[in-house]
């Protein structure tokens, strides 16, 4: 298998294990990947889930070569449309709307798919040496895979375009300096730096993440008056779980809330 799993803590760790690819993904690991994050989102005891990678790249894109059926023949009209939303745009998907925090640690290429695996994670840590690229103009495509939607949101279109249309490769400390990823570190501290923004919001009050994550989510695209609906249809949730009573009883008693993400 090309995505090794594990769950510890109430962490779900996926591993990308294609080094002979530099971690490029082809449609099996996708759907592996798919089927995993589809299930963490059924699993009631999972707190958090950290995405990384072995060896010394995070993602270099899609595998297209593995992609490939090797006839020679030309893509059906409209293949592309059909199998993308049932494949990497899916799994852009599930990482954006998953109701619980994802942390992604980033090393090396980060590039396409790649990229927006570490972008629509809620927090991304990368070695202050990766590269952050978008290589689709040098391929003489267009993007996918949420570049144009998680792009302008992250960094605002001027830099998106930088990124789009002129293809500029991106350091990890100049990533953190434009506020496309969370927190950019040494090499030496990167695995740590990530470990301990994992473990916070593993215990963290997860149905509250979740739902922030959602209105969040929403509210890009939403008037004032539709967040605010959605503002108060999260809190009416949240306040049904054990982790809001802890969290009131906390701040009653001045200590810190021991949430149970219940």
Do not use: Y
């Not at 002979?20 to 099996?28: F, I, Q, S, T, Y």
């Not at 008693?253 to 993400?261: A, E, L, N, S």
């Amino acid at each position: 298998m090309s995505i090794h799993h594990e769950i510890a803590g109430g962490v779900l760790t996926l591993r990308i294990e294609r080094e002979h690819k530099r971690n490029a993904l082809d449609p099996a690991s996708v759907r592996q990947l798919i089927e995993l994050l589809e299930s963490a989102a059924l699993d009631g005891d999972l707190r958090a889930v950290h995405l990384t990678a072995a060896g010394r790249d995070f993602c270099s894109g899609s595998d297209w070569v593995s992609s490939n059926t090797g006839t020679g023949e030309r893509p059906r009209p409209a293949n592309i449309v059909r199998r993308l939303p049932l494949q990497s745009h899916r799994l852009i998907e599930l990482l954006v709307t998953l109701q619980l925090p994802v942390v992604a640690t980033v090393r090396g290429v980060a590039a396409g798919l790649g990229c927006q695996l570490a972008l629509a994670a809620d927090f991304a840590v990368a070695d202050e040496e990766a590269t952050f690229w978008e290589p689709f103009v040098h391929r003489g495509f267009t993007p996918d895979t949420g570049a144009s939607w998680l792009l302008p949101r992250l960094v605002g279109l001027a830099r998106a375009r930088r990124m789009l249309l002129l293809g500029e490769k991106v350091s990890g400390a100049r990533a953190a300096e434009w506020g496309l990823i969370h927190e950019a570190a040494p090499a030496a501290e990167l695995d740590a730096r990530a470990g301990e923004l994992v473990a916070s919001l593993a215990q963290g009050p997860t149905v509250a993440l979740g739902l922030t994550k959602q209105v969040l989510a929403r509210s890009a695209e939403a008037p004032l008056a539709r967040a605010l609906v959605d503002e108060s249809f999260g809190l009416e949730l949240a306040a049904r779980t054990a982790d809001f009573r802890e969290g009131l009883a906390a701040f009653t008693d001045r200590r810190d809330p021991d949430f149970t993400g219940r």
